[in-house]
């Protein structure tokens, strides 16, 4: 049984700095490219930041490109996302999802291609 499990989440001021991490398990995981989106409440789920399988590869939301940072460790079988200068528009709750059909060496930015997802990890910002 495939199973996605972020942890980290939390309330930071703004400015400031979280960790998020994102395990999985029952699946191969160094065969799936990752990635991190987040929704906030009546919205749809947007793209955060992606990592290809190897690690080699990775993309950014324009809103979170130079303070955000996606990493993996597939010894651990997770993916991380060290998120800096927080602000308040980054309040949401985020999401780690596993995509096996991207190429090698390849991530994609579309929710609905994604397999596998965890239950989420609130993060707030607060002014």
């Known amino acids: 049984q495939v199973q996605v499990a972020e942890s980290g989440g939390g309330l930071v001021q703004a400015g400031g700095s979280l960790r998020l991490s994102c395990e999985a398990s029952g699946l191969t995981f160094s065969v799936y490219a990752m990635g991190w989106f987040r929704q906030e409440p009546g919205k749809e789920r947007e793209f955060v930041a992606a990592?290809?399988?190897?690690?080699?590869?990775?993309d950014y939301a324009d809103s979170v490109k130079g303070r955000f940072t996606i990493s993996r460790d597939n010894a651990k079988k997770s993916v991380y996302l060290q998120m800096n200068s927080l602000k308040l528009e980054d309040t949401a709750v985020y999401y780690c999802?596993?995509?096996?059909?991207?190429?090698?060496?390849?991530?994609?930015?579309?929710?609905?291609?994604?397999?596998?997802w965890g239950q989420g990890t609130q993060v707030t910002v607060s002014s």
């Open positions: 990592i290809s399988r190897g690690g080699d590869t990775t």
């Open positions: 999802a596993a995509d096996f059909f991207a190429r090698n060496g390849a991530v994609r930015t579309t929710a609905r291609e994604y397999v596998y």
